[in-house]
């Protein structure tokens, strides 16, 4: 009998611009002759609206497998309670859909967060014995940074009443970041993990070439990041204020990141005119720009290797990190750039001290690790981890 693999993403999909690793999971797993039931919700997590009908239908005519999609309540901030209720009643709904639907040959794969969804799946792994399987993508409670010490406690406990009873109930598993087996390990001991990390798409950098001479006046670096609070950008900028012949460009801030207001206020009261922020820029644009870069950048507070990480890789581009974290790990390990304690002053003193020399010896570096990072190849690994 043929398996069916259901894949949930509530919050991404076809429909979504931004995070496509699910998307791109099921499209392969189409190619290698799967029956694919994709299910996601009607909510735009990353732009706070539902999606219309026409939406909904264009991405339906689109798609080479079955899409679902489940009403969503919504939400307008990431830390409230509504967001809880949400995403709750999004999981239940997938239960209650799903229980009459799977069966023991079948595998449903789920992102690792929000953690509703992982209890209900396993509670269909309980019930029907269906094979289940988490990408570890994000931790939750520790990755959602709350200020609020009280609103943290009780987040924290409310996690904990979803994952210690569930997590140890699944099959298999796959994470992003190294480090995130600590959070697996925590609530279940005896999951299996495999190492497999976001990478970039193929199609979409498939027209980028390699570029081993440095052609720009000054140093150009880039950082594509809403100025979040998991971003903290301003050890950059303030090395930066001294030096005319360093150029800094931030991708993807539109005005709403949590730090915006106290980077631009830092920008224009320096009258700092070697700092260009863009705003939200579509997949296919963020190319152009970073063609044109030396150096990308990442300043984030959070433990992980997101997707801009292989952005940068897939453009050829040598990383900088900022603090000692998965990513700077990944990023020494490789030989694909640098990294430096989380203040000004470490970062002046590393800026300081990179020679172009040292930038193309990156480069080809990057050269020879670049395809192993690719979607294609780390597709191979998930069918492994799947079958």
């Not at 693999?5 to 099921?26: Q, V």
């Not at 900022?322 to 002053?345: P, Q």
């Amino acid at each position: 009998m043929q398996n069916k693999i259901y894949l949930i993403g509530p919050t991404e999909s076809i429909l979504t611009k931004r995070g496509n690793r699910f998307p791109n999971i099921a499209d392969f797993l189409v190619t290698q002759g799967f029956e694919i039931i994709y299910y996601t919700s009607n909510y735009y997590h990353a732009e706070k609206r539902f999606f219309t009908d026409d939406e909904i239908s264009e991405a339906k005519s689109k798609c080479k497998y079955n899409l679902n999609i489940i009403s969503a309540l919504g939400y307008k901030n990431n830390i409230s309670s509504k967001r809880v209720v949400s995403n709750f009643l999004f999981s239940l709904a997938l239960f209650f859909k799903l229980i009459c639907r799977v069966n023991k040959f079948d595998i449903i794969l789920i992102p690792s967060r929000p953690v509703e969804l992982i209890y209900f799946v396993s509670l269909l792994k309980r019930i029907k014995k269906t094979k289940i399987i988490i990408d570890i993508q994000d931790i939750w409670p520790d990755a959602l940074k709350i200020s609020n010490k009280i609103k943290k406690q009780i987040f924290t406990s409310y996690c904990n009443i979803f994952l210690y009873p569930s997590l140890k109930h699944y099959t298999n598993s796959f994470h992003v970041a190294p480090s995130f087996l600590t959070w697996l390990h925590r609530y279940s001991s005896k999951t299996p993990s495999v190492f497999i990390p976001l990478g970039w798409e193929n199609e979409r950098w498939q027209n980028i070439d390699f570029k081993e001479n440095i052609e720009n006046k000054g140093l150009h670096l880039v950082c594509i990041a809403q100025l979040q609070y998991q971003i903290d950008i301003m050890p950059v900028i303030e090395t930066i204020k001294y030096k005319e012949d360093v150029f800094l460009t931030i991708i993807g801030e539109d005005g709403t990141g949590e730090r915006y207001n106290e980077v631009f206020t830092y920008i224009e009261e320096n009258n700092l005119t070697n700092i260009d922020i863009v705003g939200k820029v579509d997949r296919c644009g963020i190319i152009d720009y970073l063609k044109t870069m030396d150096i990308g950048i990442l300043p984030m507070i959070t433990s992980s290797i997101p997707n801009k990480i292989f952005d940068y890789i897939a453009a050829y581009l040598p990383i900088i990190v900022l603090g000692d974290n998965d990513s700077s790990r990944f990023v020494l390990e490789n030989n694909i750039g640098w990294s430096c304690n989380y203040n000004s002053k470490s970062f002046s003193h590393l800026i300081d001290n990179i020679t172009i020399d040292e930038i193309i010896i990156k480069r080809h570096s990057l050269q020879r690790i670049r395809e192993q990072y690719s979607r294609n190849e780390l597709h191979k690994e998930i069918l492994k981890t799947i079958g």
